[in-house]
Nanobody
Framework: QVQFVESGGGLVQPGGSLRLSCAAS????????MRWYRQIPGKERESVAE????????MYADSVKGRFTISRDNAKKMVYLQMNSLKPEDTAMYYC???????????WGQGTQVIVSS
């Protein structure tokens, strides 16, 4: 069964850093481009970073470019998001997921909450 377990969120002051981790299982992780998404209550989930299956060609939303870095470890089936220079507007629940739906049904993990506040 396809599963995602996100971790690493927390409360951080503006300007601080966090590193999010996502453990994936139940599919051929190394064959899929992966994304980090975030969602604020009442708003649609948005993509913030994407990385190709081989770990090349990272792409970022304009709002996080230069501050966030996505990476992956295919041997461990993990994807990471290093977040620096955090801003209050980065406060959201963060999720990882493949770019392309696996098995016809998109499944989400529980997410990890990031709160940026002084």
């Amino acid at each position: 069964q396809v599963q995602f377990v996100e971790s690493g969120g927390g409360l951080v002051q503006p300007g601080g850093s966090l590193r999010l981790s996502c453990a994936a299982s139940g599919f051929t992780f190394s064959g899929y481009d992966m994304r980090w998404y975030r969602q604020i209550p009442g708003k649609e989930r948005e993509s913030v970073a994407e990385i190709s299956a081989t770990g090349r060609r990272p792409m970022y939303a304009d709002s996080v470019k230069g501050r966030f870095t996505i990476s992956r470890d295919n041997a461990k089936k993990m994807v990471y998001l290093q977040m620096n220079s955090l801003k209050p507007e980065d406060t959201a629940m963060y999720y990882c997921n493949p770019v392309v739906v696996v098995g016809g049904v998109r499944r989400w993990g529980q997410g990890t909450q990031v709160i940026v506040s002084s």
